[in-house]
Nanobody
Framework: QVQLVESGGGLVQAGDSLRLSCAAS????????MGWFRQAPGKEREFVAG????????GYADSVKDRFSISRDNGKSTLYLQMNSLKPEDTAVYYC????????????????????WGQGTLVTVSS
């Protein structure tokens, strides 16, 4: 089992930066691919970024590419999402997620490939 707790959300202005963290419990964090998803009001949850268990493979949604950066610290069992140049359309609840698959060398971008989810942290970007 993996338990995930996000933090770092808040209210910022357009153009600001924010870093989200996701603390994981469970001894197998370091062997699982991880991802960030978000859900805006009235919209479906969407993929934001994913990272392989080693951190060697990462991927991003087109809407956040070149602005967001995903990383992980396996020693601290923590996943990060650095968000720069934030826009009002980035406003959403952000969720971190972990796959059931372990020791895979790639990241995953489909929500049904993830088995463990955090409770989410709200990011609000004002214009």
């Amino acid at each position: 089992q993996v338990q995930l707790v996000e933090s770092g959300g808040g209210l910022v202005q357009a153009g600001d930066s924010l870093r989200l963290s996701c603390a994981a419990s469970g001894r197998t964090f370091s062997s699982r691919a991880m991802g960030w998803f978000r859900q805006a009001p009235g919209k479906e949850r969407e993929f934001v970024a994913g990272i392989s268990w080693t951190g060697g493979s990462v991927g991003y949604a087109d809407s956040v590419k070149d602005r967001f950066s995903i990383s992980r610290d396996n020693g601290k069992s923590t996943l990060y999402l650095q968000m720069n140049s934030l826009k009002p359309e980035d406003t959403a609840v952000y969720y971190c997620a972990a796959t059931a698959v372990t020791n895979s060398g790639r990241y995953y971008s489909e929500s049904d490939e993830y088995n463990y989810w955090g409770q989410g942290t709200l990011v609000t970007v004002s214009s």
